[in-house]
Structures are given as C-alpha cells and as structure tokens.
C-alpha cells in the first residue's frame, strides 16, 4: 500500500472511531443542561438547577489542568492507546448518569475533563504519524468530515430515545422535560457507544509514514524535563500570540455545542418541537461535512488554503452566526424556560436549520485552522503545542460555563465578537510569519 492510500486509510478509520464516541458525547451535551433541570423540577435536593453548566465548568477546568501532563503520556504509549484510555473516561462519564446525583454527577464530569484531554492528544498526535507537511491539511479535513457525522448521530440517537419515551409516556410538559425513565434509555446508549469506540481505537493501524510530521518531535528524558518543556511551550512568545485565537475556539465550541440546543429547548415555541435537537444535529453534520470536503479540495488547489483564506471564510461564518442568534433566539432562553419574543425573526424550525448548517461549516473550519497552525508553530514541539491549545480552549470555555446562568443571548454575541475580531488578527498574523520563515529555510 503506498503512502498516500495508508494515509488516507488511517485518517477514515480514525474519523470512524471518532465518530462513534462523539456521537455520545455530543447527544449528551445537547440535553445535558436541560436534563440536570428536569432533575432538579421533580427533585431539588438531588442536582441542582444549573449543575448542567457548572458541570461542564468542572469539565473544562480538569480539561484545562491535565492538558500540562497528558502530553507526556506520548514518551510511554501510542497514540491509539492514548485515544482507546480517552474512551474509557468517557464510558465512566455517561455511566455516572444512570445513578444520577450531584457529587456522583461531578465527580464524572472532572472524569470527562481527563477524556477531553487524553483525546485531543491523541488524536493530534496519531494524526502526525501518518501525515506530512504536504499531506497534514488534507488527512485533517478528511478525518474530520468522518467524525463530523457524529452531530448526525447523535442527532439519530435523540430522535430514537425520544420517539421511544413519547410511545411510552406521551408528551408531559409544555416545556421540553426527560424522565428518569428518558434519562437511563439515552446513557445506557451513549456508554455503549464509547465502548465500543475504545475497542476500535486500539485496534488502529500503527505504522508511520515517511517524512511524518510526528518524527521531528523531541521527546522529553524525565517526567520533569516533560512538564518543564509544557510550561515552556505554554508560555512561548509564539504561543502566547496565538492565545486569543485559542481561547475563542474553546468559547465558540463551548457556545455551538451546549448553549444554542439549551436555547432551543428553553423556547417554548420550539420546545413544542421535541425532535429539534435531533434536526439541529442532522443539518449541523451536513454543514460540517461541505466544509471539510471543500477544505479538502481547495487544499489541493490554492496553496496553504488553511492558512489566510479559510480563516477570512470563517470570520464571515461567524460573524453570521452571531447576527442570526441575536435576531433569532429570545434574550433568555439562555438560562431558564420561557415564551419571549425574538427580537427580529419569529422562532421556527427553518431559521433554526440555516444556524445549525452554518455553525457546522463554522467549527470545521475551526478545527482544519487549529490543527494546521499548531502543528507548524513549533516544529520540534507538536504536541507541547496541541496541549497548550487545548488549556487555553479549557480555560476559556470552564469560565463561560461559570458565568453562563448570567449570560444572555446578547452577551454571547457581544463577547464573542470580540474574541473573534482579535484572533483573526493574531491567526493571520501568525500565518505570515510561518510563510516567511519557510520562505528562507526552502531559500537556503
């Protein structure tokens, strides 16, 4: 098998895997906030009402903290093992919920702060083994348009439960309620989902490509040589410039993933719609999977089309999410369920569906311009340098869940915008200061 088709196998059988645990994990983020408060409406003394944010706070925070050591856990095992540990947490997570209680609850959520971090590592760091510098931009988009159709599945998974539980019980609220019942048909799915998704990260394909990014990495001799050299990259001044940029990934996945379904829940009028999350998810892969297979292509044509130009696209992307949630969504469905008017276009599932398309296309493009620029920041240090990404990603994102019972849908788009606006300019800038530098290195 020559190179390229070993390369393009592994990206497949890697997006596969992906797939199937973020399928579990994103039909869970999706209800999360809304099951903790159905939880709390029947009992309030066993979770209470914004534990869902509060835990995803937690999450982010332990996300944010072993991102310094998880790093060095490439000195000791492959990456696929590292991704098949990362599916382990995620089991213990989805199973905390089927004995649901507040200190069970966030104990798995610290759990699911460990699986973040063990997954982004791994996954960044088995993607190098098989890609070089001239095949990195498209194994990504690959990789990623696969694993992007975990939105869809879990979009399926919703759909699935929900029709069960309505056939069951029939619909008890005006609002958007899960049962106890509910609640253990979704876990029991999602945990064997990421079962059998650690099963398939094991057995990956181990071989490394010639010339592989991967190769140029030096590792560290001693545990505290690894955390010395984390902290080093942490605060490397090239790092340091891109932190905007990191930053408002982790408050953008954070908004797209877990606020705009809660607000779509906590809006009557389209509460009375209980397959909504699973619509949101369907048209969000669709938007996602165009992303990456145009990413793929152009890749192909302009050169470093991951660089400048994707990120412009992803500006615009952005900036029309943010105008359509601000005229779409009522002020506080943010936070608490209600029947307020939309400050400019009335709730239904159509404009619902145009969002949920282009925050897919969004957070392709999100992560084709992370990996890409992580990877060629500090050549000897890739993975010091995803880890870094993922701590401020955490950072970013543990503190907007904190204020998030605070937060109106008005003072997303206002923060947001701003973070946005500020890491384009550092990306670009970034980006002409990694063509300059290869400039002169090919010139010599």
Same mark, same amino acid.
């Given at each position: 098998?020559?190179?390229?088709?070993?390369?393009?196998?592994?990206?497949?059988?890697?997006?596969?895997?992906?797939?199937?645990?973020?399928?579990?994990?994103?039909?869970?983020? !999706?209800?999360?906030?809304?099951?903790?408060? @159905?939880?709390?409406?029947?009992? #309030?003394?066993?979770?209470?009402?914004?534990?869902?944010?509060?835990?995803?706070?937690?999450?982010?925070?332990?996300?944010?903290?072993?991102?310094?050591?998880?790093?060095?856990?490439?000195?000791?095992?492959?990456?696929?093992?590292?991704?098949?540990?990362?599916?382990?947490?995620?089991?213990? *997570?989805?199973?905390?919920?089927?004995?649901?209680?507040?200190?069970?609850?966030?104990?798995?959520?610290?759990?699911?702060?460990?699986? !973040?971090? +063990?997954?982004?590592?791994?996954?960044?760091?088995?993607?190098?083994?098989?890609?070089?510098?001239?095949?990195?931009?498209?194994?990504?988009?690959?990789?990623?348009?696969?694993?992007?159709?975990?939105? %869809?599945?879990?979009?399926?998974?919703?759909?699935?439960?929900?029709?069960?539980?309505?056939?069951?019980?029939?619909?008890?609220?005006?609002?958007?309620?899960?049962?106890?019942?509910?609640?253990?048909?979704? *876990? /029991?799915?999602?945990?064997?989902?990421?079962?059998?998704? %650690?099963?398939?990260?094991?057995?990956?394909?181990?071989?490394?490509?010639?010339?592989?990014? /991967?190769?140029?990495?030096?590792?560290?001799?001693?545990?505290?040589?690894?955390?010395?050299? %984390?902290?080093?990259?942490?605060?490397?001044?090239?790092?340091?410039?891109?932190?905007?940029? *990191?930053?408002?990934?982790?408050?953008?996945?954070?908004?797209?993933? @877990?606020? $705009?379904?809660?607000?779509?829940?906590?809006?009557?009028?389209?509460?009375?719609?209980?397959?909504?999350?699973?619509?949101?998810?369907?048209?969000?892969?669709?938007?996602?999977?165009?992303? @990456?297979?145009?990413?793929?292509?152009?890749?192909?044509?302009?050169?470093?089309?991951?660089?400048?130009?994707?990120?412009?696209?992803?500006?615009?992307?952005?900036?029309?999410?943010?105008? =359509?949630?601000?005229?779409?969504? #009522?002020?506080?469905?943010?936070?608490?369920?209600?029947?307020?008017?939309?400050?400019?276009?009335?709730?239904? =599932?159509?404009?619902?569906?145009?969002?949920?398309?282009? +925050?897919?296309? /969004?957070?392709?493009?999100?992560?084709?311009?992370?990996?890409?620029?992580?990877?060629?920041?500090?050549?000897? %240090?890739?993975?010091?340098?995803?880890?870094?990404?993922?701590?401020?990603?955490?950072?970013?994102?543990?503190?907007? &869940? &904190?204020?998030?019972?605070?937060?109106?849908?008005? @003072?997303?788009? $206002?923060?947001?915008?701003?973070?946005?606006?500020?890491?384009?300019?550092?990306?670009?800038?970034? +980006?002409? *200061?990694?063509?300059?530098?290869?400039?002169?290195?090919?010139?010599?």
């Amino acid at each position: 098998m020559s190179p390229s088709s070993y390369a393009i196998l592994c990206a497949v059988l890697c997006g596969i895997a992906n797939f199937i645990v973020w399928c579990g994990y994103d039909a869970n983020v !999706f209800i999360s906030e809304s099951v903790i408060h @159905s939880v709390n409406g029947r009992e #309030p003394n066993r979770v209470g009402a914004h534990d869902g944010y509060y835990g995803l706070a937690v999450s982010n925070i332990f996300y944010m903290m072993s991102t310094i050591a998880v790093p060095s856990l490439m000195n000791y095992f492959r990456c696929k093992w590292i991704l098949a540990l990362s599916s382990a947490f995620f089991t213990f *997570y989805f199973v905390s919920f089927l004995y649901l209680n507040r200190y069970l609850y966030f104990l798995g959520c610290a759990v699911l702060g460990l699986a !973040f971090s +063990c997954f982004n590592v791994g996954y960044s760091g088995y993607l190098t083994e098989f890609s070089t510098r001239q095949t990195i931009e498209r194994n990504q988009a690959l990789s990623w348009a696969v694993s992007s159709f975990s939105v %869809m599945g879990a979009g399926t998974v919703n759909y699935i439960v929900t029709t069960i539980n309505l056939k069951e019980n029939g619909s008890v609220s005006k609002y958007r309620e899960y049962s106890d019942t509910e609640i253990r048909y979704f *876990y /029991a799915a999602f945990s064997v989902l990421a079962v059998v998704a %650690m099963a398939l990260f094991s057995l990956l394909p181990n071989k490394e490509v010639e010339d592989n990014i /991967a190769a140029s990495n030096v590792k560290s001799k001693s545990l505290k040589e690894q955390f010395r050299t %984390m902290f080093s990259v942490l605060f490397h001044k090239r790092v340091l410039i891109l932190v905007p940029f *990191y930053l408002y990934i982790g408050l953008f996945f954070s908004f797209w993933i @877990s606020i $705009i379904p809660t607000t779509l829940q906590f809006t009557k009028v389209l509460s009375i719609n209980v397959y909504i999350p699973a619509y949101f998810g369907f048209t969000f892969t669709i938007g996602s999977v165009i992303m @990456s297979l145009a990413t793929m292509k152009l890749s192909t044509l302009v050169s470093n089309f991951s660089f400048k130009p994707l990120m412009i696209i992803n500006a615009v992307l952005h900036i029309m999410i943010y105008s =359509l949630t601000v005229c779409l969504i #009522p002020k506080w469905s943010t936070v608490r369920p209600n029947d307020d008017p939309s400050l400019l276009i009335q709730p239904s =599932l159509f404009p619902v569906l145009i969002l949920a398309f282009i +925050c897919g296309m /969004a957070d392709a493009a999100n992560n084709t311009t992370r990996t890409v620029i992580s990877s060629l920041l500090l050549p000897t %240090m890739r993975q010091q340098t995803f880890g870094a990404s993922r701590f401020y990603h955490g950072l970013a994102a543990s503190v907007m &869940f &904190f204020a998030s019972p605070a937060l109106s849908i008005y @003072s997303y788009a $206002i923060i947001l915008s701003v973070f946005l606006l500020v890491s384009t300019v550092v990306y670009l800038y970034t +980006c002409t *200061y990694i063509q300059n530098k290869e400039r002169k290195e090919s010139e010599k």
